[in-house]
Antibody, heavy 119, light 108 residues
C-alpha cells in the first residue's frame, strides 16, 4: 500500500543541523510532488516546503527560507529535508506528504518524525 | 498570504448528532480547499478536496460544501471514531499553502 516513512529526527541544540528523510513506497514516487509539513507540540499544521516531481522547482515557507533545503532522490524514492541553524521555535513533528499534478493538497502523509530543539 | 480561519475552535457534539464546521478564507480560493482529520498521536488524513470531493475510503457521512471564501464540513451523524481535530487548507494561491487553526470535535 501507499506509505511514507520519515526518519532522522532527534534532539538537537539551537544552531544545530539535521537531515530528515522520507522513504516512499506503493506509488510512483517520481510522478508526485512532495511536501514537508510540521506541527509544533499542541499546535496546528504549518506547511514548510515543496519540491516538484522532477526536482525542478522548490518552494519554502518564509519561516524556514535560507535555513532549510528540500531535495529528493527519485532513484531511491526518498525525500529529504536538510535543516540548519535550528531554533527552539522549529521544535515540531515533521511530516512528509505527497500531492499529484497541480493540486497542492496532501494526499498521503507519513507518521512524522519529532525534532526537539533544546539546549 | 491567505489566512484561513476556522470556527468554532471546539465543538461539543453527542454521538449520532450532526456536526457543522466552518472555514473562512481571507480572499477567494475558488474551490481549492481541502479538509483533514487528525486524531491524537496520528498524522492528518485527507477527507475532502476540491471543497466537496471525498477522498478514497472516506464515509459518505462526511460532506464538504462552499466556494470562494466560505466553506463547511458536515458530519451527518457522528460516530465515536469521528471525534478528532479537523483542519481546512487552501491550495489556490501559494506559496505558502495555509491551514486553518483547527476545530476540535469532542464528545458532549
Amino acid at each position: 500500500q501507499v506509505q511514507l516513512v520519515e526518519s532522522g529526527g532527534g534532539v538537537v541544540q539551537p544552531g544545530g543541523s539535521l537531515r530528515l528523510s522520507c522513504a516512499a513506497s506503493g506509488f510512483t514516487f517520481s510522478s508526485y510532488g512532495m511536501h514537508w509539513v510540521r506541527q509544533a507540540p499542541g499546535k496546528g499544521l504549518e506547511w514548510v516546503a515543496f519540491i516538484r516531481y522532477d526536482g525542478s522547482n522548490k518552494y519554502y515557507a518564509d519561516s524556514v527560507k535560507g535555513r532549510f533545503t528540500i531535495s529528493r532522490d527519485n532513484s531511491k524514492s526518498t525525500l529529504y529535508l536538510q535543516v540548519n541553524s535550528l531554533r527552539t521555535e522549529d521544535t515540531a513533528v515533521y511530516y512528509c506528504a505527497n500531492s499529484y499534478g497541480t493540486s497542492r493538497y496532501f494526499q498521503v502523509w507519513g507518521q512524522g518524525t519529532l525534532v526537539p530543539v533544546s539546549s | 498570504e491567505i489566512v484561513m480561519t476556522q470556527s468554532p475552535a471546539t465543538l461539543s457534539v453527542s454521538p449520532g448528532e450532526r456536526a457543522t464546521l466552518s472555514c473562512r478564507a481571507s480572499q477567494s480560493v475558488g474551490i481549492n480547499l481541502a479538509w483533514y482529520q487528525q486524531k491524537p498521536g496520528q498524522a492528518p488524513r485527507l477527507l475532502i478536496y476540491g471543497a466537496s470531493t471525498r477522498s478514497t475510503g472516506i464515509p459518505a457521512r462526511f460532506s464538504g460544501s462552499g466556494s470562494g471564501t466560505e466553506f463547511t464540513l458536515t458530519i451527518s451523524s457522528l460516530q465515536s471514531e469521528d471525534f478528532a481535530v479537523y483542519y481546512c487548507q487552501q491550495y489556490n494561491n501559494w506559496p505558502p499553502l495555509t491551514f486553518g487553526g483547527g476545530t476540535k470535535v469532542e464528545i458532549k
